[in-house]
């Protein structure tokens, strides 16, 4: 292989490449370290590159030792979607205030929380959200409050509660800053390059909870849904479809969508993923879980379905086989209906080992999960390797977050099982978890995971495929085979990957289905990304 040295000096399709926008010299000293270092093994993992990836190779291995530089690189290159993302987790706490501003709410002084005004006003303790515009250290203690922003353990108190606990303190707000926050998301999406997003999203359950109530827990599945449902319970349906309406209106207006002005942030596709409260007394999920199945059969942009809250939860842990045995029921009801799951978010020392056992096998086994969420304690299972080699001959898609994997649960580096997920070929992406709570946002996870785990560009390339792989639109997949990204359909065959102009017979297939057009799509931005380096 030729050195980046002479590529740099010598070849007019490299003119636009890092090392003469900084400079050849400059080039000379970042690259020449690098080519010493590499082993023969690295330098035939080039082998059978189109000359783009060849590009992205170098300009990956010339950023890696600098984290700046790095971050630069793949913020630009395309990363497909982010599949694990909450949709309250991901909004920013900056924006919760300005929120909370405008709709008038109060700030409990103690709690740091939001809290609605009473007829005399705030009241004792408590001072207009508004407040925080006037005085710094309020405005900084809200954000630490709502984020893990300067967040320091202290006896009583891990970054495991502080995390969750700020989901509490930010809520409150009108629902009608929805759309704003779909806008706040998709715009930084389309900052990254990305293009597809799956949020988590709670509509609104409260009748679904009091039916659940009033009828108490039903051993018998089946008739426990048919008394919700004959009670009304899909009349909580027209008022998720209408929230999202209004949201997705009010994205539009702030995107310009489809003016001539318009935001690069509309090229953004959302879906959302109806979330399950999990935390709550068995006869209640049970209700929310009908509604989500009920949601996501009326209105297909709700895209599958969750359970969410701490999976170290007493309830979640006590009921976690039976939330399982739930979602199988009703899957065999709504056969259409996909289903991504948290599974494995637990650790030792979080709960008993005897806790570790089975959550994701009783995931993938039992309720049939397509994806799974987090996937942390996978070595602690019973018969690990069998699992995931199970996973790996079903392809069930693990959902990475390795920051939030850092943060709730104390696990990273070496004891996170992402490599062994990757040794063992399920596939795996990353994605954010709440990229708000986080601070973070989705090239932050992939520049941890390059310096981590020495992830080359393929890999980065595999992933990001991966991640629209298995997303959960209708249609068939671009690929020949489930995670082979070698050989198209033969409808494709013929043509150039990510062309402007597919033939006659791709560009039907590809009208055809949703999940190819993305993925379409993702090949057309990588090429112009490999072409720009």
């Keep these: 292989m030729e050195e980046p040295a002479t590529k740099c000096f010598g070849e007019k399709h490299l003119r636009t490449s890092y090392c003469l926008r900084i400079g050849c010299l400059a080039g000379l000293l970042l690259f020449t370290p690098w080519v010493r270092a590499q082993s023969k093994a690295q330098r035939s993992a080039t082998a059978g590159q189109t000359e783009g990836e060849r590009r992205g190779t170098l300009n990956l291995e010339a950023a890696r030792v600098n984290p700046l530089q790095l971050r630069n690189l793949l913020k630009k290159m395309p990363k497909g979607a982010d599949l694990h993302n909450h949709l309250s987790g991901a909004v920013y706490a900056e924006s919760w205030i300005r929120a909370a501003a405008e709709d008038q709410l109060c700030v409990n002084l103690a709690s740091l929380s939001f809290a609605k005004p009473g007829e005399a006003g705030c009241g004792n303790g408590k001072v207009p959200a508004a407040e925080a515009y006037k005085d710094q250290h309020l405005f900084d203690a809200l954000v630490d409050a709502f984020s893990m922003r300067g967040f320091v353990p202290s006896p009583g108190v891990t970054a495991h509660d502080h995390f969750f606990d700020a989901f509490a303190k930010f809520g409150g707000t009108s629902h009608r800053h929805l759309g704003e926050w779909l806008d706040e998301l998709a715009t930084r999406a389309d900052a990254q390059n990305e293009q597809y997003l799956e949020l988590m999203h709670t509509p609104e359950f409260g009748h679904a909870a009091s039916l659940a109530s009033e009828i108490g827990w039903q051993e018998d599945l089946g008739r426990f849904r048919e008394a919700l449902l004959a009670r009304g319970l899909r009349d909580e349906v027209a008022t998720a479809k209408a929230e999202v309406d209004q949201a997705e209106t009010l994205r539009r207006q702030r995107e310009r969508c489809g003016q001539a002005d318009a935001s690069s942030a509309c090229r953004v596709e959302i879906r959302y993923l109806c979330q399950v409260l999990r935390g709550f007394p068995r006869q209640q999920v049970f209700a929310q879980t009908v509604l989500c199945f009920e949601t996501a059969a009326a209105d297909p942009r709700f895209a599958g379905i969750n359970f969410v809250m ?224």
């Design 310 to 533: 701490p999976e170290d939860g007493y309830i979640s842990m006590s009921d976690y086989a039976l939330h399982m045995r739930m979602i199988a029921f009703l899957r065999k009801l709504y056969p259409k209906i996909h289903l991504t799951l948290h599974a494995g978010e637990i650790a030792p020392g979080l709960v008993p080992y005897e806790g570790l056992c089975c959550h994701i096998r009783l995931a993938v086994e039992v309720a049939k999960a397509e994806r799974i969420g987090h996937g942390v304690d996978v070595m602690y299972e019973n018969h690990p390797h069998e699992l995931l080699k199970e996973m790996a001959r079903d392809h069930v898609m693990v959902e990475i977050s390795l920051t939030s994997n850092d943060v709730i649960l104390g696990v990273s580096g070496k004891e996170h099982p992402f490599p062994l997920y990757r040794q063992f070929g399920v596939p795996v992406a990353l994605a954010t978890d709440d990229e708000g709570v986080s601070r973070i946002d989705l090239t932050h996870e992939y520049v941890r995971a390059v310096q981590t785990y020495n992830l080359n560009y393929h890999d980065l390339k595999q992933i990001v495929r991966t991640s629209l792989e298995h997303i959960f639109l209708p249609g068939e997949s671009l690929w020949r085979a489930p995670d082979n990204f070698t050989r198209t359909v033969s409808a494709c065959a013929k043509d150039s990957l990510g062309s402007e102009k597919p033939s006659s017979a791709c560009s039907s297939f590809l009208k055809s289905s949703e999940k190819a057009t993305q993925q379409w799509e993702l090949e057309r931005r990588s090429r112009q990304f490999e072409s720009e380096l």
